[in-house]
């Protein structure tokens, strides 16, 4: 995972709520084996609608979503995560996430940034205003700020997530920090204890 410190660009505003994992990336997609190439099914079943907010030119190389509240619900699948950052996102703003979408976004460099409802309101408004509208989260500040349209608030994230962001570091990049350790204890454990090695 790539250390993620400023998110900065336009946003696509997708303005729906409760928006589960199976219309993120449906269940078709799920069969494949690789982590890559999901971001061709990201919302595939309402891409297929010419107006769709994906389909417009205005809002192409965006690299944030903002969406309504109650987003990512549903069941656990990782591959909506993947979805979205395999289309090019690297943040989703929303008043509120599904818990389980929320903590895969943060294991797999998805900023997902929690705003008060009406400030979730007025930014899908404005972008959908002014498509150009530049937006930057701070990941370090904890802050979203769209000064163009006097949007600015500030956003909570953990401390231990902020440093898996601003570290870049997964669940395997953490165990790899004790990997001394590790190996300390390898080494001198008993014999007669089971092991995996071959």
């Known amino acids: 995972m790539n250390p ?20 993120i990336i449906p269940a078709e997609w799920l069969k494949r084996v690789e982590r890559t190439g999901f971001g061709r099914g990201l919302f595939s079943t309402w891409r297929d609608e010419r107006d769709f ?40 703003v929303s008043p509120r996430f599904g818990d389980i979408f929320r903590n895969n976004a943060t294991k797999n460099g998805l900023v997902p940034v929690v705003v008060p409802p009406d400030v979730g309101q007025a930014l899908l408004r404005a972008v959908e205003a002014d498509p150009t509208l530049e937006i930057t989260i701070d990941v370090e500040r904890r802050t979203l700020a769209a000064p163009a349209a006097g949007i600015e608030c500030e956003f909570p994230l953990d401390d231990a997530t902020r440093e898996r962001f601003l570290e870049g570091l997964d ?28």
């Open 4 to 23: 993620v410190r400023i998110v900065q660009g336009t946003a696509v505003p997708l303005d729906r709520s409760d928006v589960d994992t199976d219309q």
């Open 53 to 92: 907010v994906l389909n417009r030119e205005a809002h192409a190389g965006a690299t944030i979503l903002v969406a309504g509240p109650n987003f990512g619900t549903g069941s656990s699948r990782e591959h909506a995560v993947w979805a979205i950052t395999d289309y090019g996102f690297q943040a989703v």
């Open 171 to 198: 669940d395997i990049g953490i165990t790899l920090r004790d990997a001394g350790t590790i190996d300390t204890y390898e080494a001198t454990r008993p014999g007669w204890l089971p092991t995996t090695a071959a």
